[in-house]
């Protein structure tokens, strides 16, 4: 049966997240329910990955299996044309053999924070609004701590169960254009609120809440109270996937 690949962008805002769940509207079972219109077919849409409830994507990645006769280029315009516009389709081939989740060989977030003394209007849903002071040189520094393969335990959410809490770190880094602050990482992967609870703690640790070495610490004691509070989920988006020879920053 065709493989179809599907780059897709949405305002988590009105959502609980990016997997079908009984206690309010998901994104996935919003496509699911277009594609349904559109193939006639019951269709289980398969993603890189679950993003919580209020997080955000600008390139999430999923695929779908059909007996449709829509070429695969046309899925995107197809599904957009009854999609509600916080979410779009932006782009659509085939894929053989080819698996969202399975494949994934890395997956960049980023946490943004508006740092201004006052709210914004316009980015109140995609940044956390954070006025206290804060310190870019040592949040960076601390950022670098992150880099490499090491064991995440202490970045894990309360009650949630894995064998695994390794991975690896490939980018971590701070950048500022004006009041607005970005947290950028890349990795083999991430736990559930594990970057929301990484961005907590380096926001902690750039107001003077938390010693620079916290990160440090807390991969060493693999004890959860040695990181920081979990950051809102409106100011976390995924960024950007990357599988072997297809990486969506090259699409969009």
């Known amino acids: 049966m065709p493989r179809i ?3 897709i962008q949405y ?3 009105g959502y609980v997240g990016w997997q079908t769940q009984p206690n309010g509207v998901a994104v996935q079972e919003v496509i699911e329910r277009e594609l349904r219109k559109l193939t006639g077919e019951k269709t289980d ?8 409830s209020g997080v955000h994507a600008m390139a999430q990645v999923a695929h779908f299996d059909t007996e449709s006769r829509i070429p695969p280029d046309k899925f995107a315009y197809a599904l957009n044309v009854g999609l509600p516009r916080d979410i779009r389709v932006i782009y659509s081939d085939m894929a053989e053999g080819f698996h969202a989740r399975f494949d994934v060989i890395r997956k960049h977030y ?3 924070v508006n740092n201004a003394p006052h709210a914004g209007v316009f980015n109140r849903n995609t940044a956390l609004h954070y006025h206290y002071a804060l310190d870019m040189d040592k949040m960076k520094r601390a950022a670098g701590d992150l880099l490499g393969e090491h064991d995440f335990l202490a970045f894990k959410s309360a009650g949630t169960e894995l064998e695994n809490t390794v991975r690896t770190i490939y980018r971590a880094e701070w950048s500022r254009q004006g009041n607005i602050l970005t947290f950028d990482i890349a990795g083999s992967g991430f736990m559930y609120n594990m970057v929301r609870i990484i961005a ?4 902690e640790i750039g107001s003077g809440k938390r010693k620079e070495d916290s990160i440090k610490r807390a991969l060493q004691s693999l004890d959860r109270r040695d990181a920081g ?10 960024y950007r996937v990357e599988y072997p020879g297809f990486d969506t920053a090259k699409i969009l």
């Open 5 to 7: 690949r599907l780059i």
């Open 11 to 13: 305002d988590g805002t």
């Open 45 to 52: 849409l398969h993603a890189s990955g679950r993003t919580d």
């Open 110 to 112: 980023r946490y943004t």
């Open 200 to 203: 907590g703690t380096l926001l």
């Open 229 to 238: 509070a979990t950051a809102p989920a409106h100011g976390l988006m995924l």
